[in-house]
């Protein structure tokens, strides 16, 4: 059974930094996308940053390129993906959710999806 989990999440200044964390278990995910998504009070879901897991190919939203890196590390069991936050800002203030599929990175329709984890950032 794929499994995603999310944690990191907290409150942070700023101008502050977070890494969320996402460990995913229950497949090689060796052909797999692997994005965070964020979504925001009263806001549509947003296509954050992808990971391709193949070949390394990454994608970041315009509103996060320069600030926020995607990366990630394997064991025998499971992959880890994290994103890394710097020169937060209050906009970025939502629940992030990490979400796996293996065909395209970001879509709505991602084949797995974690719980989420909320990242608040005071002014």
């Known amino acids: 059974e794929v499994q995603l989990v999310e944690s990191g999440g907290g409150l942070v200044q700023a101008g502050g930094s977070l890494r969320l964390t996402c460990a995913a278990s229950?497949?090689?995910?060796?052909?797999?996308?692997i994005g965070w998504f964020r979504q925001a009070p009263g806001k549509e879901r947003e296509g954050v940053s992808c990971?391709?897991?193949?070949?390394?190919?990454?994608?970041?939203s315009d509103s996060v390129k320069g600030r926020f890196t995607i990366s990630s590390n394997s064991d025998n069991d499971s992959k880890t993906v994290y994103l890394q936050m710097s020169s937060l800002t209050p906009e970025d203030t939502a629940v992030y959710y990490c979400?796996?599929?293996?065909?395209?990175?970001?879509?709505?329709?991602?084949?797995?999806w974690g719980k989420g984890t909320l990242v608040n950032v005071s002014s």
């Open positions: 990971l391709l897991l193949n070949d390394g190919s990454t994608y970041y």
């Open positions: 979400a796996a599929d293996g065909t395209v990175c970001p879509h709505d329709d991602m084949e797995f």
């Open positions: 229950g497949s090689t995910f060796d052909d797999y996308a």
